[in-house]
Structure formats: C-alpha cells, structure tokens
C-alpha cells in the first residue's frame, strides 16, 4: 500500500514558470513533509520540509503548501529554471528519529530553456 | 545536516557474488535506514539498523540475502548476497540527524 501519493508523474514547464507537484497521505500519526530533489546518479538532497503546526514554508523559489485537513501539501517552484529539471520526492514520517521515511512514486520535472 | 561518505559509488558484480556497501556519517546517529531504488523508481526501505542490535527488516527483505551491520554509533555496513540481474538497483544509506534526513551518494550496482 502506498503510504504517500504524489502526481503527476512528470511534469514539463517553460522558463519561468511555475511548478507544482502534489502529495496526499493517510497515515495522520505522519509529522514531518520533506521534499526530496535528485539528480541522476545522485541520491536525493533535502530541499524544504514542513510540519503540520504551519500551513507554508517558503525557502527562496520553494514554497511546500500543507492542508492539514485534505492530508495534502505541494511543493511549488516559481521562477522555474533549467537547472531546477531533476526527478522529486515527497515523503512523510512521523517522529523524526525514530522512523523511516516513506516515499511518494517522484515526478520528473524538465523545464524547458 | 550530517554528512554521509557512501562507497563504492558504483560497481559491475557477477551473478552469485556477494557486494558490502559501507556508510560512514560525520556524527553520531541512533538509526541508520537503507533503501533500494530500482531503475526509475521511489525509494524502497530496506531495513532499520540500530547499533548493538540486530537491524529490522521490511516485508519482502531477508537477513541473508541483505545482511547489515552495525558496529558503532557512525558506520553501518549493508551486503547483496548471491547476487542476481534481479539485484541492480541503486542502494542509499540515510540518517536523520538535527531535524533533517540525509542520504549517501549511492552506490550503483549492476549484476551481470
């Protein structure tokens, strides 16, 4: 069973652009919503995480959205760069430290020059 | 965050042999967490590894086939054993350390 469901599972956007990928969880013991960016060959970087106490965390381009209530967040990217084309991961855990993390299917963003 | 030093990053096996991938992490940390991810795919936990206690796998791994260890607080060590085609994946340690999940490089194996 999969734990998180994220979509779409790829996503093509112009230069400048705004990105926007969307996860839904059940499990509501979850308490931390990182985003995961990887390269290929790389394995995935943290790149902003949320708790359910807010409802957005913004960092730079990145902003993760969270409507506790749905048991939904998305992750947007605005001013969409080239750079910015890598395959991510939502996931979600409860009680950092203690367990693992469990992971959306990804989405491969190519944002096009 | 903590820094993790996976290796090999990559490497060619023969079916039938058997590869240890190591992680070393800057810190001291409770838990070290392995995954699988299959070519194009998310992120599969392996197993759970605590130090000084036998590592806890998830359904559809094994001890024999995915033998762990856990000698101190900053290393852990995982092996594929009789190694298959079926076994090409690449392999992630990860730690949570200061409110954060960190994972290795990645090590890439392939089975011919």
């Known amino acids: 069973q999969q734990q998180v469901k994220q979509s779409p599972q790829s996503l093509i956007v112009q230069k400048g652009g705004i990105s926007i990928i969307n996860c839904a969880y059940e499990?509501?013991?979850?308490?931390?919503f990182p985003w995961y960016q990887q390269f290929p060959g790389k394995g995935p970087a943290l790149l902003i995480a949320i708790r359910p106490d807010v409802s957005e965390k913004k960092e730079g381009r990145f902003t993760i959205s969270f409507n506790k209530s749905a048991k939904q967040f998305s992750l947007h990217i605005m001013d969409s760069q080239p750079g910015d084309s890598a395959t991510y991961f939502c996931a979600a855990s409860g009680q950092t430290g203690a367990n693992n993390l469990f992971f959306g299917t990804g989405t491969r963003l190519t944002v096009i020059p | 965050s903590a820094v993790i030093s996976q290796k090999p990053s990559r490497d060619i096996c023969q079916r039938g042999t058997s590869l240890t991938i190591q992680c070393q992490v800057d810190?001291?940390?409770?838990?070290m967490f392995w995954y699988r991810q299959q070519p194009g795919q998310s992120l599969t936990l392996i197993a759970t590894?605590?130090?000084?206690?036998?590592?806890?796998?998830e359904s559809g791994f094994v001890i024999d086939k995915f033998p762990i260890s856990r000698p101190n607080l900053t290393f852990s060590t995982l092996t594929v054993s009789n190694m298959s085609p079926e076994d090409s994946s690449i392999y992630l340690c990860?730690?949570?350390?200061?409110?954060?999940?960190?994972f290795g490089s990645g090590t890439r194996l392939t089975v011919v």
């Open positions: 990860s730690v949570d350390a200061n409110y954060g999940y960190t």
């Open positions: 810190s001291q940390v409770t838990m």
């Open positions: 499990n509501t013991a979850f308490d931390y």
């Open positions: 590894a605590n130090q000084g206690s036998e590592a806890t796998y």
